[in-house]
């Protein structure tokens, strides 16, 4: 890859694996890069060790969502989706498992896929995009099962309570739905933009980021981020922060946001913001938290840039993988 596509490179997706070793990264030009985070983070680690052990083209267009199942990487471009086993990535080999394409009403239509998550329930995936609907997936035969359908425009994220058996989808329309999985049927329809305290009508009603934790949701995008009841229905925080959140987090008592703007901002549930951490890339798209690895618990952070950061530190970047 040439300096100009290196300077408009962005990334949108990440992924750890089960075992919290590895981390993939998934960018505009349809690649996935494969990062060993125990050589990142070994006290003999050099500049090599936050180069790819491996780099491949996995869509024809970007990447936009990655998601690890225990042995799988499941990865999300225009019209499909793919997988690849963890063990054989982690040996270099780049053949995909399977690809599926969810049934889509006209064949001339590639929407691209921006969301995935997994219902553990019933073990299915649940994707969403460009044509409005949710569409669900049995992850044992591969088959689309069901579509959730109710909003009208785009989905950009998604989230899931298990407990509650419920999906929680936020799209262009600037709706969050709360579906029930089992009927596939719509439960409370929350139009953010219509709050005032929410509202903020120059950046647009639009919902780009979303997630729960028990009781409580984060939303945001057009309208400000804000915190929500979900047994009230109303929100309890609302964070001012500048620009669009395209990503947020519960970590422990804070709350983590990535957006417009290079930093990731450090949010209290009380809707103060505690600090806002500088990052390598001028805007960011996507956070993740490797929870599943003690050894290797670290926040990273990508964005318009090849640059990924990595925080062993929640207050500072400690150093950046590249692609």
């Not at 969403?128 to 950009?156: A, C, P, R, T, W």
């Not at 009603?205 to 915190?227: Q, R």
């Not at 001028?282 to 290797?296: A, D, G, V, Y």
Request: glycine content about 8%; some cysteine.
């Amino acid at each position: 890859m040439g300096p100009v596509e290196l300077l408009h490179m962005s990334v949108f997706s990440q992924s750890f694996s089960h075992c919290g070793r590895f981390l993939a990264a998934g960018n505009n030009y349809g690649e996935i890069a494969v990062f060993s985070m125990s050589s990142a983070l070994s006290p003999e680690a050099t500049n090599i060790s936050q180069k790819p052990i491996l780099t491949f083209t996995a869509h024809e267009g970007p990447v936009f969502s990655l998601l690890s199942t225990d042995t799988h990487l499941l990865s999300a471009g225009n019209g499909e989706i793919s997988a690849w086993s963890w063990a054989e990535l982690t040996k270099r080999n780049t053949k995909s498992i399977w690809t599926r394409r969810p049934q889509y009403k006209s064949s001339l239509e590639i929407p691209e896929i921006n969301a995935m998550i997994i219902n553990p329930r019933d073990n299915s995936l649940v994707v969403g995009g460009g044509d409005n609907n949710i569409h669900v997936m049995d992850l044992e035969s591969g088959v689309f099962k069901s579509v959730l359908q109710g909003h009208s425009d785009y989905i950009h994220c998604l989230s899931i309570r298990e407990r509650e058996g419920e999906i929680l989808s936020g799209g262009e329309d600037g709706a969050v739905r709360i579906w029930d999985s089992r009927t596939g049927q719509t439960v409370h329809c929350i139009e953010v933009y219509k709050y005032e305290d929410c509202a903020r009508p120059q950046y647009g009603k639009w919902i780009s980021c979303l997630t729960t934790d028990s009781e409580w949701m984060l939303c945001g995008g057009g309208p400000a981020l804000s915190l929500w009841h979900l047994r009230t229905l109303s929100p309890t925080s609302v964070f001012p922060l500048s620009g669009c959140q395209r990503q947020a987090a519960f970590y422990q008592d804070l709350i983590l946001s990535v957006g417009e703007g290079n930093f990731v901002s450090h949010c209290l549930m009380g809707g103060e913001v505690k600090s806002l951490i500088p990052c390598t890339p001028p805007s960011l798209n996507t956070l993740t938290i490797n929870t599943n690895s003690t050894e290797h618990r670290v926040l990273t952070v990508g964005g318009s840039s090849d640059q990924i950061d990595v925080f062993t530190n929640l207050s500072y970047r400690a150093f950046s993988l590249s692609f």
